[in-house]
C-alpha cells in the first residue's frame, strides 16, 4: 500500500523547514532565518507508531503576490497540496493570525483535505497563552501550539496526523494485482503506450477512484493477469516548460515507483539512452523495484545488420547497474510487440518476490566457495559461515561472516552472479547484508 503524504504548509518563515527537519531526523531542507529560502518541495520519508508516510515541505504560500519566485513557490505548493493525504498548516503564533493566514486556511477548506493547524515557535510551551486562541477563528479546529526550534509538542500533532491516515487495506486482496509503473522521461510514449494497452486490448478496464494521484491509475485485465498500470506522463506542458513542472513530473515519477511492483523504464530510441534517462532508471532500482527496459519507438529505427545487438549493448554499457533487466524494443505508436510485455511484467513480478529455502541457498554457497576461495589480505582470509533470506521485493540476502572487512565487493558480486545464474531472477535487483559472527557462535547454533 502507498505511504500516506503529509504535505508542510504555511506562509513564509514560519518554521516549516525546521520542523520537517526534526521529524525526519537530517537536516534536507536548508533552514535559515529569511523567508523564501525553501523554494521548491522537498520530500523524506518518516515513520509514526509503526506506519511509514512521506512528508514534504514547502515553499512559503504568498497568496497575492507579483514576485516571480514567490509566485513559482504558491505553484510548488499547490501541488503539494493536491498530492496530500493530509496537509499540516504551519502558522506562527508570535504573529498571530495574518491576512496571508486567513486566505492559506480559505484555500485549505476548498481543497476538501484533512487540516492539522500547528502554530509554532511557542517558546512558552506548556503555559496557557490568550495568543492561541485567535487562531480558532481560522475554522481549522484546534490548534496545536509546538516548537519546532526545541521539538516540544510535535508527538501530539503526529498524533494528529496518524488519525489522519487512510486505512491501511489488506494486501491479500490485491495480492493478483501486478502494480506496474511506466516510467522515463517526458515525450518517450508512456501515455501512448498506456493508451495502446487499455484502447485496443482491453478486457476489463475501469478508473480507480481516489486521491488525485491515484487517478491517474488504470485497471486492466486479461488472458495474463490482473494489472494495475500507474502513468506517470503527461506532465509536461507544450509551452515553455516551467521549474515546477519538472519538479511535479519528478515526485509524480518517485511517488509510482514506491507503489509500483514492476517498472517499465522507456526510453527512446531515436535519442537512446540519456543522462535522464539513467537517473530515473537509477531510481527504481535503488527503490528494489523489478525492472523491464523497454525501448519505444524502435519502427522509426533504420535496421541494418546486428542493429538489434548493437543497441542492447550500447543501454547495458550506459546503465551497467542494470544488467539484469530483460529489454523489450517496441513501438507503442503501432503495437509492435507490446502483446509481449505481459508475460515479461509477470515473470519479472515473480522473480523480484522470489523467496529461496535456507538449505539450497547454502548448498548453492559451498559450491560457489568451493569453485572460487573467499578473498584474504595481510594473511587474513574472509569466512563465509552461512547465508539466509531476510526479504523479498526484492530479494535480500544475509550473510554471515567472520570479518565484514575482508567482504570485497568484487566477492559480492561474484556471490550475486552465482546466484542468478543459480534462480534467474532476471528483472530484479539483488541485496546483500553482510553480518559478523565469529567461530564459537556459529558452533553453538
Known sequence: MAKPLVA??????????????????NRISIVEDTPGVTRDRVYADASWRGRDFTLIDTGGIEP?????????????????????????????????????????????????????????KADNFGKTSDDIYEFYNLGLGDPYPVSAANALGIGDVLDAIY?????????????????????????????????KILGEERVI????????????????????????FIDTAGLRRKSKIKENIE?????????????????????????????????????????????????NKWDEIEKENNTFEKFKKDVYNKLAYLTYAPI?????????????????INQVANQNAMRVSTSVLNQVLNEAIAIVQPPT??????????????????PTFIIFVNNKQLFHFSYERYLVNQIRKEFGMQGTPIRIIVREKTDKEIESR
Not at 504555511?10 to 520542523?19: C, R, Y
Not at 507503489?259 to 539512452?273: F, N, S, Y
Not at 523489450?328 to 515479461?344: D, H, M, P
Request: glycine share 6%; charged share 25%.
Open 205 to 228: 478496464v475501469s478508473n480507480i477512484a481516489g486521491t488525485t494521484r491515484d487517478a491517474i491509475d488504470s485497471y486492466f485485465e486479461n488472458e495474463f493477469g490482473k494489472y494495475v
Open 377 to 394: 589480505d595481510k594473511g587474513k582470509r574472509l569466512k563465509i559461515y552461512y547465508m539466509t533470506q531476510a526479504t523479498t521485493k526484492p
Open 8 to 25: 508542510i504548509i504555511g506562509k513564509p518563515n514560519v518554521g516549516k523547514s525546521t520542523f520537517f527537519n526534526y521529524i525526519i531526523g
Open 328 to 344: 523489450l524494443f517496441i513501438s507503442a505508436k503501432t503495437g509492435q510487440r507490446v502483446n509481449k510485455l505481459y508475460e515479461l
Open 64 to 120: 497575492e503576490t507579483e514576485d516571480v519566485i514567490l509566485s513559482q513557490m504558491r505553484k510548488q505548493a499547490d501541488i503539494a497540496i493536491e498530492l496530500a493525504d493530509v496537509i499540516l498548516f504551519l502558522t506562527d503564533i508570535k504573529q498571530g493570525v495574518t491576512a496571508a493566514d486567513k486566505d492559506i486556511a480559505l484555500m485549505l477548506k476548498k481543497s476538501n483535505k484533512p487540516v492539522v493547524l500547528v502554530c509554532n
Open 247 to 295: 519538479k511535479y513530473s519528478i515526485m509524480r515519477t518517485m511517488l509510482a515507483i514506491d507503489r509500483a511492483d514492476v517498472c517499465l523504464m522507456m526510453i527512446d530510441a531515436t535519442e537512446g539512452v540519456t543522462d535522464q534517462d539513467a537517473k530515473i532508471a537509477g531510481e527504481a532500482h535503488e527503490a528494489g523495484k523489478g525492472i523491464i527496459l523497454v525501448i
Open 163 to 195: 488519525e489522519f491516515f487512510p486505512k491501511e487495506k489488506d494486501d491479500g486482496e490485491d495480492s493478483e494485482i501486478i502494480k506496474v509503473a511506466v516510467i522515463g522521461k517526458p515525450n518517450v510514449g508512456k501515455s501512448s503506450l498506456i493508451n
